[in-house]
Every structure is written in C-alpha cells, then in structure tokens.
C-alpha cells in the first residue's frame, strides 16, 4: 500500500479529550478505513493546538512540519477562537482559582504578529448581545483580520515545506448561536476561496440536535462525531493520494 502521511492541526478533538477511545478517534478511525480499504497505509502525525492564541497555532505547525515530512496538512479552525475574536467581552478564568471573570476583547496586533491575552470562556447569558457589541465596535473585523493573517501564516509554512493544505472546522455545539454558525462558516468558505485552499465544512455535518454525537456539555464530540469527521476528511485524503 502507499505510504501517506497526514497532519492534523487541531485541539482536543485529536485528543479526545478523555471521552472517546483511542480507537475511536477520528484519526485513528480513518487510518483504519484507508488500512482495510487497501487504498493507503496512512501515517497521522498530530499538531495538538492546546491554546487559541495564533502565535501558538504557527509554533504548533512549524514544530510538526519540521519534525516531520509530510504529505497533507489538514488546519483546524476552532470553534473558540472564531468566537473569541468576534465578541467583545470574554469570561476568562481568574489568575487564581476556579472563578471567573468578565473583561474585553484583548486580541492585539503587535510588533507584526497577533496576541491574544486571556484564555476566554463562554458568557452563557447575552451572548447576541455580545457578538453585536463585536461587530459595532470593529472587535470581529479585527478579529478576521487575524484569522485571515493566521491562516496566511500557515499556507506559507506549507508552501516552504511542500505540503499539501486544507481547512477543516468549525465544530460547533449546542452553545453556539445558529446564526454565528451559519455566517462563520460562510466567511471561512470565503476566505478559504480566496487563498485556493480546500476547505471542509463541519457543522451541518454535526448538527446540534444529534444528541449522540455530543457530550454533555455541549461542546466536545463523542465516538459518533469523531465517526463523522473522519466521514468528511476520507474523501479530500482519497483526492490527495490520486494527485
């Protein structure tokens, strides 16, 4: 069988996050569907992106590109950082303790690269509110612009590795607005156009109200959504071992 070898830049979903056997990760399943198939002997090396700050995101990736050869890198967008860099205040955890606290958007550009200050956290309450305030004060048109030079950032990395890219994400569950759903993934379609990247689109794939896909709380995937992940990233793999 040919040899492939896939990254995956992405956060817990790689890992499971504890509620999902090794197995039945979607990396896992996929290396086992192209294995059975005959069609590939798919080697997955991972970039487990822990933070949503980007600076963290290119270290992640630069780190696996160079450590390893690869054929395809698949780039994660996740669902918390699209919401961190369109609201304007997060719920963050206090320096000290478990407690929270409310404080603005502090996504910063600096001395040519982005920053982010604060690990946020969902306000579960005026969440509309919240994102309006972003969009009238220009904290997610800032937001995009970090996105858009994140993603840039990657390709170049990519493109000095002779790797192949594509986009994946966002998994989005029950807390996220639809309509910041629907718009969000529309945008990163867009952009991922406009920079002639695949892009592979998730949350009608996993749409909120399919119960066994989700965990409880709402925002990490069970051993059916991992099943389903892996349903969407088989055919862009397929397409890469054909080229």
């Known amino acids: 069988m040919k ?26 399943v996929l290396s086992a569907r192209m294995r059975e198939s005959g069609q590939a002997e798919l080697r997955v090396r991972l970039a487990n992106i822990a933070e949503i700050n980007p600076a963290h995101s290119l270290v992640a ?57 604060g690990t946020p956290r969902p306000i579960g309450k005026l969440r509309r509110l919240n994102w309006s305030l972003g969009r009238l004060v220009g904290a997610e048109a800032r937001g995009w612009r970090c996105l858009s030079d994140t993603l840039t950032a990657v390709a170049q990395l990519c493109r000095e590795h002779d790797t192949r890219l594509a986009l ?51 925002f990490h995937l069970l051993a059916p959504g991992h099943r389903i992940v892996a349903d969407q990233i088989q055919p862009l793999v397929e397409s890469w071992l054909k080229e």
């Open 3 to 28: 040899p492939f070898t896939l990254g995956l830049a992405a956060g817990c979903i790689n890992s499971g996050f504890g509620l999902v056997p090794i197995n039945h990760l979607y990396h896992r």
């Open 61 to 117: 990736v630069r780190e696996l590109l160079e450590r390893q050869k690869l054929d395809g890198l698949v780039f994660n967008v996740r669902s918390e950082f699209l919401w961190a860099i369109s609201t304007l205040v997060w719920s963050t955890r206090a320096e000290q303790g478990e407690g929270t606290k409310p404080q603005l958007n502090r996504l910063k550009y600096r001395q040519g690269g982005w920053e982010i200050h």
């Open 168 to 218: 994946t994400g966002p998994i989005v569950g029950s807390w996220f607005l639809p309509n910041f759903i629907q718009q969000t993934e529309t945008r990163l379609s867009e952009l991922s156009s406009s920079m002639k990247l695949r892009f592979i689109p998730l949350s009608k794939a996993l749409p909120t109200d399919m119960p066994e896909a989700w965990s409880p709380d709402g």
